[in-house]
């Protein structure tokens, strides 16, 4: 055997066991790619959106074209929110895998793990920046009507002149209109979406076809929205066959509840909110993600490319 | 002697592709060393079992028995991929990074940052000759270029030991030979190169010792002048020789009743030398 003759490479520095800048180039890196492809565009299409539900006289009241305003757009964020990040995350690590790009990142020192948090984070970060763009516009949207609405209601009359059915009015746009608690119904669709990415995260690590992992994480999403059903289903144990108690078991504890989100919808109606509900809405998205994680990663630790 | 930069023990691996009994061995009780510094090559024909052994060096699969160690670090161990840096046979790279971005990218996952990560992109992009490349998104590279820019993101961290798989795969002979001028860079700096190729001509240019490998198992392995020398024949090459002294060593071969010409004519040149060649005059006629 050769012995070499020149000055040999020295041994390489230690490398930490987890690297949250690892997992922060990783998730950058994403954010880039869906940048590059264009993604930001649909923040135009909302605006359109937008601007053609605010414009559109098709409400008896003012009260009425508020509040529908705040559906369009909030359901409208919402469906971005869960579709773009089932869509996106059943994407992008296939992608990695078919384009092998996954080889030469998985080729230097990066856990796994720390490459499937970067994929999360950057498809959060994604849906984080355009449900907050979306959130101003739509609030800015909503103040511009409500403080026309509201002109249109006083006309020339100064407020001592007004009657006691304008100041009605007023109160009935204002309770319509924009709410700080708005933003709540915004975050809750942050949470639900970054719980759909993870599912979609642990479908992608085994699923043959990012088809298959689009169709069975929009399923799991729906059917999650049924929590509450097959509650009712367990509650009444007598009614049903052992079989069918365990396989409502099984959904209970296998499907996310996504119902725990739903209170976001009152909010929009202009419906108060209990803190409670806030943060058992947080706790449980936490719960969600380590689970979700923990399980990509049993899958996708000892997968071979 | 140092620790062995890779050292594969009676590696098997055995896929089961649907479950059934049909297994299929890709790779057979392989074991051979690289030691730190050398140019080592792992030669076979297609479905010989190169790939699968690199990607159980690299940690990308596991052994279904035996071991395989870098720089004596498992190879599923993180500090044994700190110690690597891996060009996969065709670039796979994201096309909407360029090629700074691309480096940047890898440098970050190894832990490089800073003024450092700048000096070492720049001093990659230089030693590659990318540097009017740059910017431009890896989606526009040529073949060659993305080969190039490869090897640079497989040095980033100035890693010990560099594993190249078909290196110069569907590169033209001027990029392959730039490649392969790189490959003996890296060895005169003190890197350990562990290649895998099916291109023999290559191989013979840049490795110290070969290993050839069939079916999943090592037919041959040795330095490379103990595995092509044929021991029974001795060729000269003569400059300048007159018809009389060509008579002469004839003659002289003929009184010996053992020996025999087999072969005499004038040594020919090879087909990439000679187009490298013409590609060189070309290029000088270009620029005069």
Partial sequence: MNEPTTTLQSPAREVPVFSISRVWTLAISTLTQLVRMKTFYFLFAFAV????????????????????VKKVSFGAMDLFAWLFAIVATALLIPRDIEDRTLYTILSKPVRRIEYLLGKLCGVLIVIGISLSVMFVVC????????????????GDTTPEQLT?????????IQKNGFHPEL???????????????????LLSTFASSSLFTIIVSVLVFLVGHAHTMATNFWLAETDNSIVTQTLLKLFKIIIPNFQI??????????????????WQMGGLTGAYLVVFMLLSLLTFVDKEF | MSEPAVEVKNLTKIFSPDLSKNHIVAVDNLSFEVAA???YGLIGPNGSGKSTTMKVVLGLMAASKGSAKVFGYDSGDIRARNETGFLPENPYFYKHLSGEETLKFYGKLCGLKGSELKDRIAELLKLVDLEGAAKRRLGGYSKGMLQRIGLAQ??????????????????????????????????????????????LEQVQEVCDRVGIIFKGRMRREGTLDELIQIESQTAMTLENASPELMGKIHDLISSDAAAKMIEEGHPRTTLERLFIQIADQNKKEESA
Avoid at chain 1, 164 to 172: K, M, Y
Avoid at chain 2, 174 to 197: H, P, Y
Wanted: some cysteine; hydrophobic content about 50%.
């Fill in chain 2, 37 to 39: 510094g050398e140019v």
């Fill in chain 1, 183 to 201: 933003a709540i119904a915004a975050l809750a669709s942050f949470m639900k979406a970054a719980v759909v990415a993870s599912v979609t995260i």
């Fill in chain 1, 139 to 154: 609030a800015g949207m909503i103040q511009w009507k409500e403080l026309g609405y509201i002109a249109d209601e006083i």
């Fill in chain 2, 154 to 199: 497989t040095l980033i961290q100035n890693p010990r030991l560099v594993i190249l798989d078909e290196p110069t795969a569907g590169v033209d002979p001027v990029g392959s030979r730039q490649i392969r001028d790189l490959i003996l860079k890296l060895k005169e700096d003190g890197f350990t190169v562990f290649l895998c190729s099916h291109l």
């Fill in chain 1, 164 to 172: 006691e059915d304008t100041r009605q009015a007023i109160l009935l």
């Fill in chain 1, 261 to 278: 989100f739903s209170f976001s919808e009152g909010i929009v109606q202009g419906a108060a909110v209990a803190p409670s509900a806030i």
């Fill in chain 1, 49 to 68: 959106l937008l601007l053609a539900v605010g414009n559109f006289n098709f409400a008896s009241s003012p009260a009425q074209a508020l509040s529908t």
